[in-house]
């Protein structure tokens, strides 16, 4: 009998936990996603497979830079429309990048790669651009 209530309470436990599983999951379904890609993976998992040495010749290397390009020029749409300044993204080399985001996620490995890239933008020098606010809409 008592192998039985056993068997009977795992069973409902399981099903409760499978539920709150479900639940959480549900929630973050909702949330809207704003940024995807290597650059909002986990910094744990990312510090073993980033070797700045090894360049853009190591293909996680690769997919971190081209995915950083892509939001730094992401990034200067929105610098541009807001007050017509840019950050020249040349400046931002894969070494400085690359670097960059592994002493971040080192020091922070909970955090997300994503958080050195704005820092490397907020520190970055931003010239000076001639743009007319509001000629790209995505909005139509």
Not at 19 to 39: C, D, H, Y
Request: hydrophobic fraction near 45%.
């Amino acid at each position: 009998m008592k192998f039985g209530r056993t068997c009977v309470a795992l069973a409902l436990a399981t099903a409760c936990l499978n539920g709150f599983a479900q639940v959480a999951a549900q929630e973050n379904k909702s949330q809207p996603l704003v940024t995807q890609g290597i650059g909002a993976s986990n910094c744990a998992k990312l510090v073993a497979d980033l070797k700045p040495a090894e360049g853009l010749n190591n293909p996680v290397n690769l997919m971190l830079y081209s995915w950083a390009q892509g939001y730094v020029s992401a990034a200067n749409v929105s610098l541009l429309e807001a007050g017509g300044k840019h950050v020249d993204i040349n400046t931002l080399d894969e070494a400085k990048v690359l670097n960059g985001v592994l002493e971040y996620c080192k020091a922070n490995p909970t955090g997300r790669p994503v958080s050195a890239l704005d820092e490397l933008i907020r520190k970055a020098t931003k010239l000076k651009a001639k743009w007319d606010a509001g000629t790209i809409s995505w909005d139509n």
